[in-house]
């Protein structure tokens, strides 16, 4: 009986899922995304129309569909311009997801950012996120700024963490599969586990 017990009680944990999302032209080989999904099975990519011609509706169609996969208990894995994807999902989707984790979230007015080739992705929504969010910011990003990302996480209610100058936290960052980003996201999901919602919080700075 107790052997039955314990095998009913695995049963009703939740299996966690992770839906990597990257952004403008997919993440390369180098990057901590790819690293992160090649290392871990609960990890997996959706699967957008066109990575170097995005179109913002075809992605919602994607994300949807990824979600749907994985299920509501799915954590999704943002990075870039995938960040604002999350942000118009929310507000347009009738899924949701358990959490976000959106790192390096880029600034449509920002002279890095690719306009022609994002043109449906520069309105930026305001309103709250419906689920559970964590913003990750480099102190020297150029598609978006400490100040720019702070106000994102505050309009969305996203508890934000700033990173020292790590430019915009991909591949050209040099961080390998980016050890400290992936207890960031542990600790999330550990938070999430624990009390099915994360509250805002004021804004961390980590050196």
Known sequence: MAADRRESSDEEKIVRRFVILPGIGGSGERHWQTLWERCDPAMRRFRPASWDAPVLGQWIVALDEAVGEAGPSCILVAHSLACLLVANWSARSSLAAAGAFLVSVPNPQSAAFPTSAAASFTTVPAAPLRFPTRIVASGNDPFGSVIYQRRCAEQWGS??????ALGHINAASGLGDWPEGLHLLREFAEEIERVGAVPPAKG????
């Open 204 to 207: 961390e700075r980590l050196a």
């Open 159 to 164: 508890r934000f963490i700033e990173l020292s």
